[in-house]
């Protein structure tokens, strides 16, 4: 079969696009060569096509057990589903990094067919930049992680797919995590693009705004399913553990969001024009960190996809090359940018600084108890690990400050207003989550302060984030009808921007309660044995073998009950995968959207008896529903007619200085 050396061909021919396509649209943005600046496009779209076909070339490998292609010979095996040898393709190193490249260039196909209304210098010297990340990237494909390498003689079988990563949930956590990471390539180069060009304006900001807000949703979609996957999948319980890996796509989204917010500035006011561009830079950088993270061996996450320090060293160059050259061409276009008009201490622009000189300082902090082990290990012989307690500490106050003015921010006047006239606004929120404050503290006789206060912030951020729409259409200040006009009326932007800080409130309200009020049963249990948790009764009914198609399962069966009635039936499993000789569990959870009850069967000991782990976790679904809120109100914000008719005119004012390339 020839399949993988079609891939191959068709990643050379790649990587020979992705050459021309950093080099010739700079020429012609040079020369004024419109015909040069153009051939972006069609290179562009030229990867794209070839991208697309070397990666169904591996799915097709995988789909036919070829275990004559090395990397199908370590990744799957004749005696698995369908879906997992199709979804094998991408869980792995050699095949996800694959797939970051076709997202690579799937996005910048975008930017070629949809971006009739970009400047053409503007449009060749943005493709130009993406052309040069993708050709290091299949550079670092085709010299060290090549997945369609032969193996001779071809294995008989294959050694397996991790089986964490047999699973619906993290099969679609990496795609929707890569087009978050790789999304920001677009705020990348049209960054690096706009300091060659020498102009930032307003119509800068509304072509950027679009691709940072649809990778921003992405990644919050995929942080979402990876945070769900652990949960349910590992059977700890937990919904977050601030591992290496996970701290690594949380930091490009905690910048992401100050950069949305910073773009919004530029659009309306052109101001913090240099800051934006170095966010840009910064959050792109971010995300390259994290594929190091991944697949360098130097932290070690049940996540990682490679331990091969070579490679880590490569990718190091890339970000050393790619971030490093881009800020040092900010370091020298920066100072010449406009930068805008001023603004009040107290006003729509000073409440989105704030809001990006917190979520940066969060993201500082990721940064900082991920990599200080590293750090400590690297400089000295001690080893240290830095947990829960250190975030709880640093990274939790920060928030609190964020989200008090993430309701504010949105009812302030643009340039200027008056601090009576905003408190006055968001009275009724802040006298609503007073009350809710209030009604915690009675309830549990003060015993749970912290967690009253989280839920009356979260009440504050819902209930602020439904202000802004009322505001907006006057509710309660004119007649019904003139309110529903005016909600018509009404931009995708502004519901977008209700829907996305709604769902903070509701994750906030779930982590809360989750967090304070969760309990948790560890009992030895007989079939026939019982307990209690959450008001829920519990009894294990059998315990009995199964197989499945690739591995033998020894699964629990529960009844549920509560106030002496039957509400579900529920199945845990300890499962082993015997060509891998990996054991995994799988937890049985019982939902009724405002709790769960979650079950894990342990290991049998020698009176017959399971270790069973029962949770009652409140409010837990809402952790989830929150983020999924999130991205929804991003999707609505980009079906703004805004963003479809596209950007305004160039401002006439704005600086252009000579290119630099």
Same mark, same amino acid.
């Given at each position: 079969m020839v399949v993988a050396e079609t891939g191959h061909f068709a990643l050379i021919l790649t990587l020979t696009l992705a050459l021309a396509q950093s080099v010739v649209p700079l020429i012609g943005t040079r020369l004024g060569d419109l015909q040069l600046m153009r051939f972006a496009s069609s290179a562009a779209i030229g990867q794209m096509v070839f991208l697309t076909a070397a990666f169904a070339a591996l799915i097709g490998c995988y789909v036919m057990s070829d275990f004559s292609v090395l990397n199908v010979a370590e990744n799957s095996n004749s005696a698995m589903p369908l879906i997992y040898?199709?979804?094998?393709?991408?869980?792995?190193?050699?095949?996800?990094?694959?797939?970051?490249?076709?997202?690579?260039?799937?996005?910048?196909?975008?930017?070629?067919?949809?971006?009739?209304?970009?400047?053409?210098?503007l449009k060749a010297r943005a493709l130009a930049v993406q052309g040069t990340v993708g050709t290091g990237f299949l550079a670092?494909?085709?010299?060290?992680?090549?997945?369609?390498?032969?193996?001779?003689?071809?294995?008989?079988?294959?050694?397996?797919?991790?089986?964490?990563?047999?699973?619906?949930?993290?099969?679609?956590?990496?795609?929707?995590?890569?087009?978050?990471?790789?999304?920001?390539?677009?705020?990348?180069?049209?960054?690096?693009?706009?300091?060659?060009?020498?102009?930032?304006?307003?119509s800068w900001a509304r072509w950027v705004r679009p691709w940072v807000l649809a990778a921003w949703c992405f990644l919050t979609i995929g942080i979402t399913l990876g945070s769900f996957w652990a949960y349910y999948e590992l059977g700890w319980g937990?919904?977050?553990?601030?591992?290496?890996?996970?701290?690594?796509?949380?930091?490009?989204?905690?910048?992401?969001?100050?950069?949305?917010h910073s773009?919004?500035?530029?659009?309306?006011?052109?101001?913090?024009?240099?800051?934006?561009?170095?966010?840009?830079?910064?959050?792109?950088?971010?995300?390259?960190?994290?594929?190091?993270?991944?697949?360098?061996?130097?932290?070690?996450?049940?996540?990682?996809?490679?331990?091969?320090?070579?490679? +880590?060293?490569?990718? %190091?160059?890339?970000? #050393?090359?790619?971030? =490093?050259?881009? @800020? &040092?061409?900010?370091?020298?276009r920066a100072p010449s940018l406009k930068q805008g008009a001023p603004f009040a201490g107290f006003s729509r622009e000073s409440s989105l600084v704030m809001n990006n000189v917190l979520l940066l300082s969060a993201c500082a902090t990721v940064f900082l108890g991920t990599f200080y082990p590293l750090i400590i290990e690297a400089?000295?012989?001690?080893?240290?690990?830095?947990?829960?307690?250190?975030?709880?500490?640093?990274?939790?106050?920060?928030?609190?400050?964020?989200?008090?003015?993430?309701?504010?921010?949105?009812?302030?006047?643009?340039?200027?207003?008056?601090?009576?006239? +905003?408190?006055?606004? %968001?009275?009724?929120? #802040?006298?609503?989550? =007073?009350?809710? @404050? &209030?009604?915690?503290?009675i309830a549990t006789f003060g015993a749970h302060a912290l967690a009253a206060f989280g839920f009356a912030l979260a009440v504050w951020v819902i209930v602020g984030s439904l202000a802004i729409l009322a505001h907006r259409t006057r509710l309660g200040q004119v007649p019904v009808p003139a309110s529903l006009h005016l909600a018509r009326l009404t931009p995708r932007s502004v519901y977008g921007l209700v829907l996305a800080h709604a769902g903070i409130g509701v994750t906030v309200a779930g982590i809360t309660a989750m967090s304070a009020w969760k309990q948790e049963e560890l009992r030895s249990l007989p079939v026939g044995g019982q307990l209690d948790?959450?008001?829920?009764?519990?009894?294990?009914?059998?315990?009995?073998?199964?197989?499945?198609?690739?591995?033998?399962?020894?699964?629990?069966?529960?009844?549920?009950?509560?106030?002496?009635?039957?509400?579900?039936?529920?199945?845990?499993?300890?499962?082993?995968?015997?060509?891998?000789?990996?054991?995994?569990?799988e937890a049985g959870?019982?939902?009724?959207?405002?709790?769960?009850?979650?079950?894990?069967i342990g290991e049998r000991n020698g009176t017959k008896e399971w270790t069973v782990r029962a949770y009652y976790h409140p409010l837990a679904p809402w952790i989830w529903f929150g983020p999924i809120i999130m991205a929804l109100g991003g999707f609505v914000s980009l079906s703004d007619r805004r963003f479809r008719l596209g950007a305004p005119q160039r401002a006439r004012r704005a600086p252009a200085l000579a290119p630099a390339e």
């Open positions: 040898k199709v979804t094998a393709a991408w869980g792995n190193h050699e095949g996800s990094m694959l797939l970051w490249v076709l997202i690579l260039a799937i996005f910048g196909a975008a930017v070629a067919i949809f971006g009739g209304n970009l400047p053409a210098p670092f494909i085709l010299f060290t992680s090549n997945p369609f390498i032969r193996l001779f003689p071809a294995a008989p079988d294959g050694q397996d797919l991790n089986p964490l990563l047999q699973d619906i949930g993290l099969a679609i956590h990496p795609p929707f995590l890569y087009l978050g990471y790789v999304g920001f390539s677009m705020a990348f180069s049209f960054s690096v693009a706009a300091l060659i060009e020498g102009k930032v304006d307003a937990g919904w977050w553990f601030w591992d290496p890996v996970e701290n690594a796509s949380f930091m490009p989204w905690l910048a992401g969001t100050a950069l949305l773009a919004l500035v530029v659009e309306r006011r052109q101001t913090l024009v240099n800051w934006t561009i170095l966010l840009g830079i910064l959050t792109f950088s971010l995300s390259l960190i994290g594929t190091f993270v991944v697949r360098s061996g130097v932290l070690t996450s049940v996540h990682s996809f490679a331990m091969d320090p070579a490679r +880590g060293v490569f990718i %190091l160059g890339l970000i #050393a090359l790619t971030s =490093g050259g881009a @800020l &040092a061409l900010y370091a020298y400089t000295s012989n001690d080893k240290i690990t830095v947990g829960a307690p250190f975030y709880n500490l640093t990274f939790v106050p920060m928030m609190i400050p964020l989200l008090i003015v993430m309701v504010l921010g949105p009812m302030l006047k643009w340039k200027r207003d008056s601090i009576r006239a +905003g408190l006055a606004k %968001l009275m009724r929120p #802040a006298v609503i989550a =007073g009350l809710v @404050l &209030a009604a915690i503290l948790v959450g008001g829920y009764h519990v009894t294990l009914k059998s315990v009995s073998d199964v197989a499945g198609p690739n591995y033998q399962a020894e699964r629990a069966l529960f009844d549920i009950g509560r106030n002496g009635s039957h509400v579900s039936t529920l199945h845990a499993e300890r499962r082993y995968y015997s060509v891998r000789r990996t054991q995994t569990t959870i019982h939902t009724n959207l405002f709790s769960n009850v979650y079950l894990a």
